[in-house]
């Protein structure tokens, strides 16, 4: 190993009492807890949902007054909460340890998390009153209580706590290290959340400047529409939030759990940058068939939604160099030979190598949504959840819990409760979401619609039969590994604290080596942070400014409704 | 886990891929659908059916026929009786009424219910009948 890249990697020789303060370590764990929670309520209503396909419905629906208020909780749940908290607590990590300092300010650390506690809780009562059942869309003319916007804007400042803090973190470490290249884990840190940044404005408008007056009375009407836009200027991009921390891991920390090594330092950084510029100027994707937006602006955004999915490409293929490296080194032979060779017995890898696989068919539906025209067959038909459970539903969630089997006992210092336990859990999920998704799309190609209490409705479909028992028998197969998944860490949590130096040396965290290209090859552009952001910046206002053009005067017409 | 279990599992995982997903979804009937008008309703004579055919696809998120509650009132028992309007008004249900609110929504507004139906009035004279005649039978 040469000596420049030793330094650029002091980040990964450990110095936990120098980087990791207590000020700042409980709010990691309190994060990932919060998220967790989330995780395990949201998706135990997730499984009401799958059965009541088959007719099961557990009087009332569920714990709820109707399928609605259920389904809002599994979607904000899920997609908010989970997310948010996750992102917060394991980039916040991989921050101080890619810089080799502890977060800037404990303050912006310890606010960050009680923003997140409290935009959670407030959320979970207003939802629990049934006073907010307008999914996690939350799309206008419907309207919720007040406080559901204000929960919204408490989970999403969270987040800017935390992306202030990684700002600040990186210019302390900066003031020190003027001329030295950025180190990579503080590289995809930093782009994921900056990234983030730029695309919550959009969603920060919509609440802030129209639906939080609207609910509470300030305004009387508002404008649907814009609204929408608004939504999916964030909403696009959010599903690289929820994407970009499992990443890293599978960037910086797969590669050293399975023995290999990752290939480029430059081409991991050229796919953070594509991901901050390209993420956001792509939304219309969401809005095919909305009325009062130029088709050619859809077209547009539609070629950018191809461009975002290079990146995803490169990953692909970078990753399984680095697994078929770390395979042939632990002696795997011939083309496939080095699969079998992969470390199967870690439930940390096997649950992300599960969720890489699962991918593959995300990426394909993915395509399936992007395109236009054959967006027309499945908009807003249950091959849409169908979609994003292999995506946000596995390869983020099952990659998370994959993280939490070395991240939770590294925490906690203790060592992981029953891997084998776990390993059942990764490859459930991963045969369940299988059966599920094949449920929910091919019953979206027959018409299905989603967001639809299907076992009570009048009418049905040749096919939809058939579709619905998958979703039922797949949705029960995740619960299952879900509920495994949760005995395993209170299992950790309940199990002994690691004593001896091998017990502790056990539970050390996969710090990532120098890539076998490392940053000295890489091209020092791509550490001009501030010139990517005003490029990112400036290719939203390319892509949104025609389209506010063509759309405006607003047309605040609309008042709320309660449908509900 | 053994290697052999792993490799198993692998096997599980690739089968329910190749089975579920090769096939494009081969298990929905391939049958050509039934000839169906522009509303999806079967070309049939009886207006009581028409009429709960066209509410089955297009007014049943809405309405329900069992007297349970939904975005708008329930059908049930709807046919000749008294409601109030959001004026204040009062109206028996008929025909005409039913004719009304159902091609022209903004026209009659229920007290209590927001004014969100759509207008149905691109069905036609038939469909319309039927429907009618489809709430006169849940009387
Ligand atoms: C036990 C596991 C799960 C089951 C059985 C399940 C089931 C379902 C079903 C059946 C739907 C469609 C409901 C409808 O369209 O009417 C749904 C929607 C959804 N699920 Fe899951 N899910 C699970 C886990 C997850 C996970 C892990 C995530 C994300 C991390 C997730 C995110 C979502 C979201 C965002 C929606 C859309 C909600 C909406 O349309 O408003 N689910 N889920
Ligand atoms: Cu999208």
Redesign the interface.
Known sequence: MSTAATTVNHAATRDEAHVETDQQMWTIKGQLITSLAALGLGGFIGMFQAIERIQITLPPFGPFENYYQGLTFHGVLLAFVFTFGFANSFVSWTTMRGFGRPLRSNMLAQGSFWLLLGGTVLGAIILTLNEATVLFTFYAPMQAHSTFYLAAVFLVLSTWATLANIVLTYRAWRAEHPTEAVPLMGFVSITTYIMWGLASLGVAILVLGMLLPWSLGIMDNTDPQLGRTLFWLTGHAIVYFWLLPVYISWYMMIPKQVGGRLYSDGLTRFVFILFLLFSIPTGLHHQYTDPGIHEGMKSIHLLLTFVIFYPSLITAFTIMAALEHGGRRAGGKGLFGWV?ALP??NPAVVAQL?AM?VFT?GGVTGLVNASLTVNMVIHNTAFVPGHFHLTVGTAVALSVLGICYWFVPYLLQKPLFSP?LA?WQA?LW??GV??FS?GQ??GG??AQPRRTMLGE???SL??WE??NW?TAIGGVVMTISGLLFFVVMIGTFLNKRAETPEERGALDPPMPDPPIHDHRKSWKVFDRLGFWTLVAFILILIAYIPVLMLYLPAEFSSPG???W | MSRKLTGGLLLVFFAVLAIGYAGVMPFGDDSPREVTDDNGVAANGDPVEVGEAIYSQQCSGCHTIDGSSGVGPTFQGLYGSEVTMEDGSTVIVDGDHLLLAITDPRATNREGYPDVMPSFDNLSEDEIAGLVAFIESLE
């Open positions: 079998m199967w017995n599960l696989l068919l084998k390993l490859w991963a045969i299988l059966i094949r799309m091919s190609l027959d409705a009048s009418y040749p096919g058939v579709a998958l409704v309660r449908v």
